[in-house]
């Protein structure tokens, strides 16, 4: 069946503009999770989701990092006012809500700020 | 979550079984060990998990020590296809409230050589 899918895949942006990346999860898994990845690093939490609620958002770096899952499926993190060290592959992830359900991850998308 | 430790780096010859190590020495009685990895330009994929009985897939088998301290992933023919970073991550049982996010560490490359 289809994965978990990520776009774009990849991102050039401007430092100050604002940027949306999306995630449409496998369906029917209700929790959703955004990691972040830095060139040769592992991936760093960013936000889980349970539904439409933001259960854990405690890996956001600031205020210029949000993301919303409005109807519990398709989740998009935005960053506002983008600096050269958000660059990084942006990773999201999607698993059942059942004890030890494993995460499935997409591709992501590679953000790069110039 | 407990920290885990694993080589940097291994190689291993085609057609041969790769052992990967990793330790775990403060791991609690609710942690289960999981193993993804990670191909170039992808995003990680699940291979196995464990809580303290070996396992195997179709991917690979995991043994973990009877005092739960230390684990390896074995590939049991290693193909050119399974070079990848391979992430070893110690997870809280997810279920009730609890969600067990994934936190990964810097993983062991390992380079499968013809």
């Known amino acids: 069946g289809a994965g978990v899918s990520q776009t774009p895949s990849n991102k050039v942006t401007e430092k100050g503009k604002y940027v949306e990346l999306r995630c449409d999860p496998i369906?029917?898994?209700?929790?959703l999770y955004w990691y972040r990845q830095s060139l040769g690093q592992g991936p760093e939490f960013l936000i889980y989701f349970q539904g439409t609620g933001a259960a854990d958002d405690s890996g956001l770096p600031n205020d210029r990092f949000f993301a919303v899952r409005p109807e519990g499926s398709v989740s998009t993190l935005k960053i506002q006012r983008t600096e050269r060290g958000d660059s990084a592959v942006y990773l999201c992830?999607?698993?059942?809500?059942?004890?030890?359900?494993?995460?499935?991850f997409g591709n992501g998308t590679r953000l790069t700020v110039t | 979550d407990a920290k885990t430790t694993q080589p940097p780096s291994m190689d291993c010859a085609e057609g041969r079984a790769a052992n990967l190590p990793c330790n775990h020495s403060t791991i609690s009685g609710n942690e289960y060990v999981y193993w993804y990895r990670q191909i170039h330009s992808q995003g990680p994929q699940y291979i196995i998990h464990g809580l303290k009985n070996n396992e195997t897939n179709e991917m690979a088998s995991l043994i973990i020590t009877e005092d739960r301290k230390s684990s390896t992933l074995i590939l049991p023919h290693a193909t050119l296809r399974d070079t990848a970073v391979y992430y070893c991550?110690?997870?809280?049982?997810?279920?009730?409230?609890?969600?067990?996010?994934?936190?990964f560490g810097q993983g062991t490359i390992l380079t499968v050589h013809p």
């Open positions: 369906s029917g898994h209700t929790a």
């Open positions: 991550i110690v997870r809280v049982r997810a279920g009730g409230t609890s969600y067990g996010k994934l936190t």
């Open positions: 992830a999607s698993s059942l809500t059942l004890p030890n359900s494993p995460l499935h």
